[in-house]
């Protein structure tokens, strides 16, 4: 996108530089051929005029001298119809200036580089020829006619009035004509003394300028205007793209939750739709979640609070016959056993608040999780001496390797080492297995069971909160499927994977499989032992590449 709007600037601005030049040689031309008009349409006419009082054979002989005298280099042919423009100018190569002028049905052409003061010096020679075919009395009136071909003044002057210095005043003295400018600005006068010693004063003719202070803002108005068109046009087309971006991220909500930008292209724009595509993705899975959770759990709750509510009523009831019945021994243990199912009822709630609340805390950002070097067998031992006792009925077995250190958090890893152990011995007729082994990039607990297993449909179902399988597994097993969806959260957490497999013991083996210690990188800083510095003074969580991927449930290879 923007390497596009930086190459449709750059073109804006070719464009407006050829936009101008083109504008600047139209205007050029235009000013150059009414400026030359009005300085040589006179001397022209002279010319044309003077040429034909000549005989045949002297008129070549004329238009020669005349060419030598005033650098104009005439030549005169006749037209065999009337023109439509008397005046003409072209430029051509190398700026030459070709002008053709008709008069008399006469059209006579030059050419010369530049008006220069040679060409201003014609003039007045012109001037003179003219008056010195008048008697001296008549120059007066002839300059006056005269007067008419130019759009300079062409007077006499005293010489009280010439502005020259000495140097011109002597080459004026000795018969030559002068072309004076005093200043920069000022335009050229010409100055030619006459046989009767009269002073020709020509001008002043005001100087061709080839760029104009208003060119000059036409010029730039045009370059901003064309470089503004087009930078326009770029931008609203971004600007386009950003608005529908803002305004499905406006209207994003309840209501039109499916709502998603168009992705077309593959710019920057098409970038952030993508982005804001997967956070309204994302956004939407996480409403759906907590919708799903919110229905599980209104559901869970109702049971207990419904036996709650059954068995005070059986409590009301029987505190009224208490009175009446002559066994009131009898009473008073059916009274206790119900006292007792609602203490379990209670116990449940608690069980699936604390649970509940344990799963909530775990949805934070892996960037902001903290974790340290853990020494792992002595976690798993002290894990198992607790986790087991409320399974005497079971025979747990610990194989494993020691002085097996990991990289995570201790107090979680030790609540997924507590809900493994504790599922295990749900399920399990006898006996559970628990092994922990090194690999080649971390360290692999497995806790497998003699029960009835998971099918191979549902292992990676049983993750998902409030998941409960309706198998021979399950049967007469309390619980409310959140232990093996806080332990999937845990091990995304640690940058770990957990899976199930068959046991060989014949009913599921569940893994979990971290990264140790020995395969930190090597210019990462983490502290070295269990649980000895406070949970803020932990290091980030800054894994290679080879670390496990993120939650995955699948075995890794």
């Known amino acids: 996108?923007?390497?596009?709007?930086?190459?449709?600037?750059?073109?804006?601005?070719?464009?407006?530089?050829?936009?101008?030049?083109?504008?600047?040689?139209?205007?050029?031309?235009?000013?150059?051929?009414?400026?030359?008009?009005?300085?040589?349409?006179?001397?022209?006419?002279?010319?044309?005029?003077?040429?034909?009082?000549?005989?045949?054979?002297?008129?070549?002989?004329?238009?020669?001298?005349?060419?030598?005298?005033?650098?104009?280099?005439?030549?005169?042919?006749?037209?065999?119809?009337?023109?439509?423009?008397?005046?003409?100018?072209?430029?051509?190569?190398?700026?030459?200036?070709?002008?053709?002028?008709?008069?008399?049905?006469?059209?006579?052409?030059?050419?010369?580089?530049?008006?220069?003061?040679?060409?201003?010096?014609?003039?007045?020679?012109?001037?003179?020829?003219?008056?010195?075919?008048?008697?001296?009395?008549?120059?007066?009136?002839?300059?006056?006619?005269?007067?008419?071909?130019?759009?300079?003044?062409?007077?006499?002057?005293?010489?009280?009035?010439?502005?020259l210095d000495s140097q011109q005043q002597i080459r004026l003295n000795k018969g030559e004509v002068v072309v004076s400018s005093l200043s920069q600005d000022a335009g050229y006068s010409v100055y030619v003394k006459t046989k009767q010693d009269k002073i020709l004063h020509v001008g002043v003719i005001n100087k061709f300028e080839p760029l104009t202070t208003q060119l000059l803002v036409i010029l730039i108005s045009i370059c901003l205007l064309i470089t503004s068109l087009v930078v326009y046009f770029l931008v609203y087309r971004l600007e386009y793209r950003l608005n529908v971006v803002n305004h499905i991220v406006g209207e994003f909500g309840p209501k039109k939750i499916k709502n998603r930008v168009p992705i077309k292209g593959n710019d920057v724009i098409t970038q952030l739709g993508i982005k804001v595509n997967e956070m309204a993705s994302r956004i939407e899975q996480l409403l759906q979640h907590q919708k799903e959770i919110t229905q599980a759990v209104s559901h869970e709750l109702r049971t207990p609070i419904a036996r709650i509510r059954f068995r005070l009523q059986i409590l009301s009831d029987a505190c009224d016959e208490?009175?009446?019945?002559?066994?009131?021994?009898?009473?008073?243990?059916?009274?206790?056993?119900?006292?007792?199912?609602?203490?379990?009822?209670?116990?449940?709630?608690?069980?699936?608040?604390?649970?509940?609340?344990?799963?909530?805390?775990?949805?934070?950002?892996?960037?902001?999780?903290?974790?340290?070097?853990?020494?792992?067998?002595?976690?798993l031992t002290s894990v198992l001496d607790l986790a087991k006792l409320p399974y005497s009925h079971i025979d747990f077995s610990l194989k494993k390797q020691a002085n097996i250190t990991g990289y995570c958090h201790a107090d979680d890893v030790d609540r997924l080492l507590q809900n493994l152990i504790s599922n295990a011995g749900k399920h399990a007729d006898s006996r559970v297995d628990i092994t922990l082994e090194q690999t080649e990039q971390g360290f692999c607990i497995s806790v497998g069971d003699d029960?009835?297993?998971?099918?191979?449909?549902?292992?990676?179902?049983?993750?998902?909160?409030?998941?409960?399988?309706?198998?021979?597994?399950?049967?007469?097993?309390?619980?409310?499927?959140?232990?093996?969806?806080?332990?999937?959260?845990?091990?995304?957490?640690?940058?770990?994977?957990?899976?199930?497999?068959?046991?060989?013991?014949?009913?599921?083996?569940?893994?979990?499989?971290?990264?140790?210690?020995?395969?930190?990188?090597?210019?990462?800083t983490a502290p070295s032992s269990l649980k000895t510095l406070p949970e803020d003074t932990l290091p980030e969580d800054d894994l290679t590449e080879s670390a496990l991927a993120q939650g995955s449930m699948e075995k890794p290879e």
């Open 1 to 163: 996108m923007f390497v596009r709007i930086y190459s449709g600037i750059f073109l804006a601005i070719l464009v407006s530089i050829a936009g101008v030049y083109a504008t600047y040689q139209l205007n050029l031309q235009s000013r150059l051929s009414s400026y030359s008009q009005s300085v040589l349409q006179g001397s022209l006419v002279l010319i044309s005029e003077g040429y034909n009082r000549q005989q045949d054979k002297n008129k070549e002989r004329w238009l020669s001298l005349v060419g030598k005298m005033t650098g104009l280099n005439p030549s005169i042919s006749t037209l065999n119809k009337v023109a439509g423009d008397p005046w003409q100018l072209t430029i051509a190569g190398e700026g030459k200036l070709n002008i053709a002028m008709t008069h008399l049905n006469q059209e006579i052409s030059i050419a010369l580089d530049h008006i220069g003061e040679q060409q201003l010096r014609a003039i007045a020679l012109l001037i003179l020829n003219e008056l010195a075919r008048v008697k001296d009395g008549e120059q007066e009136q002839a300059l006056q006619k005269l007067q008419a071909l130019f759009s300079f003044p062409v007077t006499f002057i005293n010489k009280n009035e010439l502005d």
């Open 322 to 379: 208490v009175e009446e019945a002559q066994n009131s021994e009898e009473i008073k243990s059916q009274l206790d056993e119900k006292v007792i199912g609602i203490s379990r009822d209670i116990d449940q709630l608690e069980a699936l608040i604390d649970e509940m609340l344990c799963l909530y805390k775990l949805d934070i950002d892996p960037a902001d999780y903290k974790r340290s070097l853990v020494n792992i067998d002595e976690l």
């Open 451 to 524: 029960g009835a297993g998971i099918p191979q449909a549902d292992r990676e179902r049983i993750f998902e909160p409030f998941t409960r399988l309706d198998s021979s597994r399950n049967k007469k097993i309390k619980g409310y499927g959140l232990g093996l969806a806080i332990v999937s959260r845990i091990a995304l957490l640690n940058q770990a994977k957990v899976w199930v497999e068959t046991s060989p013991l014949g009913g599921a083996n569940f893994k979990f499989h971290c990264l140790c210690a020995e395969h930190l990188p090597a210019n990462e």
